[in-house]
């Protein structure tokens, strides 16, 4: 920390800091709470960020600020003081950290003005605003402020009361003693894969172990947050880790309690997939209709409306989170469940609550998007278009044919080959071509239903109804296959398929996009893949080789897709971001 006498000195001072390091600003008047500082100075997200008398800036917004600053030298006169004593009541734009925030903001440098809340944060001018700043921070308690604001604000009935309250407390011991938000999640995601082992024994005290091991894995994996929070050390890496491992966990989970109930002779491969088939579209649902309304033009609706009045009653909010069955609900179930029943129970409970879940909020969002008069923009249409993850079949039938117009063709096209497409895998003779040629029209359809860009009212639906279709042509195909481990293969592919439309989920929510086209490509897309199991269906139908085949695609894909992904999360364009909205 170095203190200059005038605006001249600060911007010669901040000339001669290294490039490739973050600057602060702070009037020497300052009177506020340390972690008021820390909100304001030490977020790695943001480029920019002020409070009343601070100001940061990271290495992009540096050029920026040294602009601001030196306009401001010329503006004032050279020698000019940092903070004239006497000069009034200073407002946050009259301190040269305020007024240079402003600049910014004119230059097109967003600035992030973090909400304080209790926390105090000002510049008196005189004895008396300083006394009164003073006993402004004296009223508040930094710390306790800091720990309730580690928690996450929106979260689910059981973490909020049953996690929450204490998880805090081990955040703070993990801040204090040096450990970062990684390596908790990495503890949280080795206990969840000793939990599943446990489960894979096929023993009751396996099986109450994996339970205890598990809501100690949800207990960790809710520290992580905390702790990133409580200390704000966001990081590109810890934004991959904490975007992928809760999916990791919990279809390992699945994987771990197939197993164990193989060794007591139940075969519930198929119920495993199945859970994770619905909870990943489950997933897609909330991802898809987020990014089609997050930047809609007048989106509102009555059922909205009617959502925001319900948010008014206490209770009401519980109870819908609650329905929707979030992961912290969730795995309460599934650890309980498997303590106390046997793993055909946790999975039959698993898809009954998922498949209610899903309809409960499904049924919202239809309401809520039949009812609004919105506008979705570009960046929404190739958010949707890049979740549909379309390879180039797909994308060589939308280039030469066009949907026809008409606010509901494409989910109307995408559902129709779909079903088409589910319907031949489950009815059809088995090992016939016919499930291939259904396969051919699905990925012809489904092509014509992207054609065009993905900006009717419902047109979120589309990519949801791609995850249905693969997933579930995967499951029957392998289910009705009566080869050996082939269920278990197919389980292994679409656990590979999931990670990649999850890896391009975060990354669209980071604000880099969506995977680069050679790997969506490489991989085939939703229709090419559908197409290859339908064909290996097809032709291996006698001995092991479905089984082999579908490991060896499963094997392929996760290597390139996980390649792409560490690549680019460890990399510097990797967004520092944690997710902070949905319930998963």
Known sequence: MTAAADATEAAELLAAVPASRRVALVDPRFVGHVHALRLGLTDPRFAAASIPGALTAQPEARPALLRALRRAVAAVGTGSPVAPHGAGPVTEERTVPGRLAVALDAEGTPVQRPVLGSLAASVPTGPEERTAALAAVAAVDDEAVRLRSAVKAHDGFFTTYFISPYSRYIARWCARRGLTPNQVTTASLITALIAAGSAATGTRGGYVAAGVLLLLSFVLDCTDGQLARYSLQYSTMGAWLDATFDRAKEYAYYAGLALGAARGGDDVWVLALGAMVLQACRHVIDFSFNEANHDAVSNTSPTAALSDKLDSVGWTVWLR??????????????AVLTAVTTPRIVFY??????????CYTTAGR????LTRKAQRTDRAARALADLADSGPLAQAVAGVLRRPGGGFTAPLLALAGALVMVAAA??????????????????AVSGLAVSRPLKGALDWLVPPVFRAAEYCTVLVLAARSDIPHAVPAAFGLVSAVAYHHYDTVYRIRGGTGAPPQWLVRTIGGHEGRTLVVAVLAAVL?????????????????????????????VSSSAPAVHDEGELA
């Open 321 to 334: 989170r609650m329905i929707v069955l979030p992961i912290g609900e969730r795995w309460a179930m599934i």
């Open 349 to 358: 409970a698993l898809l009954v609550g998922c498949a209610l879940a899903a």
């Open 426 to 443: 489950l009815f059809a003779p088995y090992g016939g071509w016919l499930t291939v040629g259904a396969a051919v029209v699905y990925a």
């Open 541 to 569: 139908i006698h001995g092991s080789g479905f089984t082999t085949a579908l490991t060896a695609l499963a094997a392929a894909v996760a290597l390139v897709v996980l390649v792409e992904s560490i690549r680019f999360w």
């Open 366 to 369: 239809l309401l809520r998007s």
